[in-house]
């Protein structure tokens, strides 16, 4: 078993959404990449006494997706990509903690897009502690992970003149969190 990473301490903690991210990327027509967020997340980390025995549940509201052009959103949000009349939201159960070295570590889960249920690991890095000016007890933690978003039934693309097409099926997904302790 793990000890826990200096200064986090066994308990619930809660997602702070104000000063917490969920971002995706995308490469747009094999050329660039476009990037996106959920303006409402939520979740709790529930820290054990090791690090093997916490758990992470997180919640995403399709509604509040985000990329910066409105025609894109609406598109999201449509039976091509998320579904957000029938699947108001994407979420997030852990199922394992992986000690890697020093401050990272491997979240392995069920995230679920579109009614579909798929196994990922997070590559996650330990923030640290503080205080924050309100005397709360808060931390961070970093995640990375991709995903191919045709494994969660989105199927839309479009093939380009030169053969590119217009949505990379691998997305990434990185999360910021600040967790405060209750």
Known sequence: MTALPQ???????????????FTFTARHAGVSKVRGHFEEISGTVTVGATLEESSVTAEAVVESISTRNEQRDGHLKTGDFFA???????????????????????????????????????????????????GN????????????????????????????LLVSDKIRIALELELIKG
């Open 7 to 21: 200064g986090l301490v066994a308990g619930t903690w809660t997602i702070d959404p104000i000063h917490s991210e």
């Open 137 to 164: 007890l808060v931390a961070g933690l970093s995640a990375e992970a991709s995903v191919n978003r045709k494994d969660f039934g989105m199927e839309f693309n479009a093939v380009l003149g030169g053969g590119e």
């Open 84 to 134: 957000a009349d029938q699947f108001p939201t994407l979420n997030f159960t852990s199922t394992e903690v992986r000690p890697r070295s020093g401050d990272e570590f491997d979240l392995v889960g069920e995230l679920t897009m579109r009614g579909v249920t798929k196994e990922v690991v997070f590559t996650t890095e330990f923030g640290g502690v503080a205080t924050d000016p309100n």
